[in-house]
């Protein structure tokens, strides 16, 4: 069972106050849930401190271990001075708080390293791991690992740009083509569904300037106008990343329940599509799936740093839809 936010800290504040506390929690939900403010709470509470965020403040007992390389993996060398660090005698009162996140992301290599201080945690110590996909953490992190899933925020119902993604992919679970051509043309469908997705932000947005052109043109001067024309550009570009990024973030989440399959757990993110993620799933060995998911990550990141959108998501379909 999920816990909200709020009740999961509460979970935690009486293990605290009883002195029950694990030495290691898997603090896992989809993205939005609230990991990182779930971790900064309890790295507050044990430590005393007033309400702060631990990842912002670089505040004194607490390490920090995230994706950094180019790869977006978590290294070795990461995981190294994570545990040098919780070697260090803890402050008066206080406890070592490592966090993880995005702990889903660690290399072999970091992972068996990790798997260490998950065996012998130093004394004083709390260790967090942070994941929106657990399930491709090694079973030999997570049985080490107190559980503590969040439920998934209320959101907006899907747009119908998202509807038309999923039913886009369950078309390519059960096309007779899976190679090239077939990841190819799923790029282009998606690219129309961007282009409409622009379109429409743009015709509201035109629409909404010439109101106020009508409302104010007597009552402003020019240079107004001219503000305003930049503002809704801006607004334009700034609506159409957020709607862009659900898309990919449909993506995300097709894969991950492709590995939920491959893995015979139930919960599902797109339940409409489940047939179809588990006839992928027995295509695919869980590396070819994994292997898949990191390209979605790199994808999202390729985006957020503005390469060339067309080329992004034609070389990275090709890598995730070509069977």
């Not at 005393?48 to 060398?77: C, H, M, N």
């Not at 290399?107 to 942070?130: G, I």
């Not at 109101?211 to 503002?231: I, P, S």
Request: hydrophobic share 45%; net charge neutral.
């Amino acid at each position: 069972m999920a816990f909200s936010p709020d009740a999961a800290f509460s979970y935690l504040q009486r293990a605290h106050d009883q002195h029950r506390l694990a030495h290691a929690y898997l603090i896992s939900g989809a993205v939005g849930a609230g990991k990182r403010r779930l971790a900064s709470r309890l790295a507050n509470l044990v430590n005393g401190t007033d309400e702060q965020d631990v990842f912002a403040s670089g505040a004194a007992g607490i390490y920090l271990a995230e994706p950094e390389s180019k790869s977006r993996r978590i290294v070795i060398d990461q995981i190294r001075a994570l545990e040098h660090s919780l070697q260090m005698r803890a402050a008066a009162g206080r406890r070592k708080v490592a966090i993880v996140s995005d702990a889903d992301r660690l290399q072999t290599q970091a992972a068996n390293a990790f798997l260490k201080t998950l065996e012998e945690p130093p004394n004083d110590s709390l260790l967090l791991l942070l994941s929106s996909l657990p399930e491709a953490l090694p079973d030999t992190i997570l049985s080490r690992c107190l559980p503590i899933p969040l439920a998934r925020a209320q959101e907006a119902a899907p747009s119908q740009e998202e509807r038309e993604l999923v039913e886009l992919l369950r078309g390519t679970a059960a096309g007779p083509s899976s190679g090239v051509q077939a990841a190819y043309r799923l790029a282009q469908s998606l690219q129309r569904l961007l282009a409409g997705v622009k379109e429409a932000i743009q015709t509201e947005n035109a629409a909404a300037l010439k109101r106020e052109e009508v409302r104010y043109k007597n009552t402003t001067d020019g240079a107004w106008l001219d503000d305003r024309e930049d503002h809704f550009k801006a607004l334009n570009e700034s609506l159409y990343v957020q709607r862009r990024a659900r898309l990919v973030e449909v993506l995300y989440r097709w894969w991950s329940d492709v590995l939920r399959a491959s893995t015979g757990i139930d919960r599902r993110e797109l339940p409409t599509a489940a047939a179809e993620t588990q006839a992928i799933a027995a295509k695919l060995t869980m590396p070819e799936i994994l292997k898949r998911i990191r390209r979605v990550e790199e994808l999202r990141d390729h985006l957020g740093r503005n390469i060339q959108e067309a080329l992004a998501l034609e070389v990275a379909f090709l890598s995730i839809f070509r069977f």
